[in-house]
């Protein structure tokens, strides 16, 4: 039986519906897609849904939701090693899971590998130039949140706020966009698109912190758009 995950779903999550329309707006409606690190795999089901696409998701253990693995295919695989044959994927997405990989270089070189020639990559991660993370997390209470950051700061004023440390660091833009550009032939900040789409009632405020070059120390996360 086809199991379909409502439209109220879709709508439910503003985070992966504004990055889908930024996706379409940028590759076009793309035919098969992969999503790195995918959880229990609702993301990639509500993608394959927002992108009309059809979306294969991986992720390093089984703890795959039924009716997500019910829409999309859900595999257990290594993000440094994908079970894929070259070039076959139109797009590569993912979404704060580089940070966790022991070897975000070969991850990267995987994804690049996996994609055909002109084809995209979305890929975000938690901003480690942040002075405070976790405010749009919807599933966290604010105790967590202010509990996180106390972790955060502990591991910065120690010199240990770093990925491979266990902390959950993420990259700085520059460090990012660095290791794109060692697999990906284009490769552009979406950071403030994705922030301006989210938040449209805030666009104003959030143009005044990128002129006054601050924005780097207030967004949480980061988001690179790439092409193989």
């Known amino acids: 039986m086809d199991v379909h995950i409502e439209p109220a ?4 999550d503003p985070k992966l519906t504004a ?9 076009g ?4 897609v992969l999503v790195v690190g995918c959880g229990d795999g609702t993301e990639a089901a509500l993608l394959s849904e927002l992108l009309g696409a059809k979306v294969v998701g991986i992720d ?5 939701h039924p009716l997500a693995a019910s829409r999309v295919e859900l595999r257990v695989a290594d993000a440094r090693e994908l079970p894929f044959a070259d070039e076959a994927f139109d797009l590569v997405f993912s979404f704060h899971v580089l940070e966790h990989v022991s070897d975000p270089e070969q991850a990267l070189t995987e ?3 996996v994609l055909r020639a002109g084809g995209g990559l979305w890929i975000g991660t938690p901003n480690r130039s942040r002075l405070l993370g976790y405010l749009g997390s919807r599933d966290a209470t604010r105790r967590e949140k202010v ?3 106390i972790v955060d700061w502990r ?3 120690s010199g ?3 990925n491979e440390l266990g902390a959950h660091a993420g990259f700085t833009s520059d460090e990012l966009r660095s290791m794109l550009l060692e697999s990906f032939a284009v490769v552009d900040e979406e950071t403030s698109a994705y922030y301006a789409s989210i938040y449209p009632r805030h666009r104003r405020a959030l143009s005044v912190l990128e002129r006054l070059r601050v924005s780097r120390l207030v967004y949480p996360a980061i988001y690179f758009a790439g092409r193989a």
């Open 147 to 149: 509990a996180w950051n």
């Open 29 to 32: 409606r793309p035919e098969h």
């Open 155 to 157: 591991a910065r004023l």
């Open 9 to 12: 779903c879709v709508a439910g």
């Open 19 to 27: 990055i889908s329309d930024l996706l379409l707006r940028r590759f």
């Open 111 to 113: 994804m690049r590998r």
């Open 160 to 162: 240990r706020f770093q």
């Open 60 to 64: 390093a253990a089984d703890q795959f």
